[in-house]
């Protein structure tokens, strides 16, 4: 039988990549996301590289919002095998002391407290069923200090956190958590952040021993790879896909 999976910020970037990898081992899929436009077209794509596939909009830092994808999820498909915890967002790249507090709210409410939320009603489903395999998403920023992303950094450091404790408490539940820590990757999200503070792309760059930013493609493959059965053994690591970036701190 087919696996399901469900992805959040599916409707863009690493999220889409990671969905249209996870297609071709013929996973069908739960796209949320809060942006309707880009988690239809991404049903459209699944769909046409043959796979079932469903849109549920939805904002990641509202916990009704993320029940009620888990919810749905489990009416369509009847369970959840496979979660990539991965809606994010930037900020807007100023230091912290220069930063609102309804924008560190913002970032916070997203990337931690939306993550969290999916794995409370995920892991849920998963531990009644008899397991599951999560990927909750870090970055280069969770695993070394950064300028600029003061909050962002904290949100990313937390699911080192998150991933390294829900093992703790679920393995023995069947339960494989581990968590990606990407460097800069060419996503939308990437492509904006660098438009409005081009000195930090040639910089990023310049500060990878590859000399070049990852590919959205990149990341899925690595996700799969931690999704899927070839990866039994591995709970609670963070794998980092950075072109050496973090390695060379
Ligand atoms: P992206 O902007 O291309 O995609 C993010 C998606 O999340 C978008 O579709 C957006 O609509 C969705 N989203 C934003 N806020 C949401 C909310 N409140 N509820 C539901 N969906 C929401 O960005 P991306 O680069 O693909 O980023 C995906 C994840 O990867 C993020 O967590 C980001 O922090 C992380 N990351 C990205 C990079 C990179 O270089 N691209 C590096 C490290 C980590």
Redo the contacts with the bound molecule.
């Keep these: 039988m087919s696996k399901v999976a469900v992805i ?9 990549s990671t969905a249209l990898r996870l297609a071709e081992d013929n996973v069908n899929i739960s796209v ?4 309707e436009e ?2 239809n077209e991404t049903v459209k794509q699944l769909k046409e590289a043959g796979v079932d596939a469903i849109f549920i909009k ?4 509202k916990p009704d919002e993320v029940k009620n994808y888990v919810d749905e999820t489990v009416n369509h498909f009847g369970t959840i095998d496979y979660f990539f915890n ?5 900020g807007s790249g100023g230091y912290f002391l220069d930063t609102e507090v309804s924008e560190i709210e913002k970032i916070v409410g ?2 931690l407290m ?1 993550a969290l939320y999916g794995v409370r009603y995920v892991a849920e489903v998963m531990v009644k069923n008899g397991g599951g395999a999560i990927v909750n ?5 969770g695993v070394i200090g950064q300028d600029s992303v003061v909050t ?1 950094s904290a949100t ?1 450091h937390a699911m080192v956190g998150l991933t390294k404790s829900l093992v703790a408490e679920y393995a023995k539940d069947g339960l494989r958590v581990n968590a990606i ?10 492509k ?1 952040f660098f438009e409005n503070n081009p000195n930090m792309k040639e910089s990023a760059e310049n500060g990878i021993p590859q000399k070049r ?2 590919t ?1 493609e990149e990341v899925a493959e690595t996700v799969a790879f931690l999704l899927t059965s070839k990866a039994q053994y591995i709970n609670g690591d963070v794998i980092r896909i950075d072109g050496g970036f973090t390695s060379t701190k």
Excluded: F, Q
């Design positions: 959040t910020g599916a409707g863009s970037g690493l999220g889409r949320v996301d809060i942006d880009g988690g939805a904002d990641v830092s991965n809606a994010g967002i930037s997203i990337n939306g998403t870090s970055s280069s920023a962002y990313k820590a990407p460097g800069p990757t060419e996503t939308p999200m990437v904006e930013l990852g959205p």
